[in-house]
C-alpha cells in the first residue's frame, strides 16, 4: 500500500527491513503451519526535517519527530480475525549531514514498529 500511495525507493527500504524486523521479533510465533497469517501494511512514513534537539521546545526547533503508519492483519483463510492499526513515532535523531542518516532512520522505525507490534498483539 505504502508503494502504490508513492512511498517510492522508501516503500522498498520499509519492505525489506519490517519483513526482517518481524521476524526477529515474532520468533516463534510466525511460520507454524495452520497458524493464522500476519500481514502489515504501510499507508505512510515521514522523516522529520529537523534532526536533533531534545524535544523539549517546539518554539526551539526541537521536537521533531520520525512517524511510520500502517496497520497489522491477523487472517485465518478468508476471515479476518484481528485488524491493529499502529502509528509509531520516534524522535528524529541522527547527522543531518550523513548521507546514510535517512536510511538508518527508516531501518530504526521499522524496527520499533515490529518491536511495539509483537508487544501489542
Do not use: K
Not at 502504490?4 to 511460520?31: K, P, S, T
Amino acid at each position: 500500500r505504502f508503494r502504490a500511495l508513492g512511498g517510492g525507493v522508501f516503500a522498498d527500504l520499509v519492505q525489506a527491513n519490517l519483513a526482517a524486523a518481524m521476524q526477529r521479533h515474532f520468533v516463534g510465533r510466525i511460520g507454524i503451519r495452520g497458524a493464522p497469517a500476519l500481514a502489515v501494511q504501510i499507508r505512510s512514513m515521514s522523516l522529520g526535517s529537523h534532526v536533533g534537539g531534545d524535544g523539549s521546545s517546539w518554539r526551539l526547533g526541537g521536537g521533531a519527530s520520525d512517524y511510520l503508519d500502517g496497520e497489522a492483519v491477523v487472517s485465518q483463510g478468508s476471515r479476518v480475525m484481528l485488524r491493529h492499526p499502529q502509528l509509531l513515532t520516534l524522535a528524529a535523531s541522527g547527522a543531518w549531514y550523513d548521507p546514510e542518516n535517512e536510511r538508518r532512520r527508516a531501518v530504526a522505525l521499522c524496527d520499533a514498529y515490529a518491536s511495539w507490534l509483537a508487544r501489542s498483539i
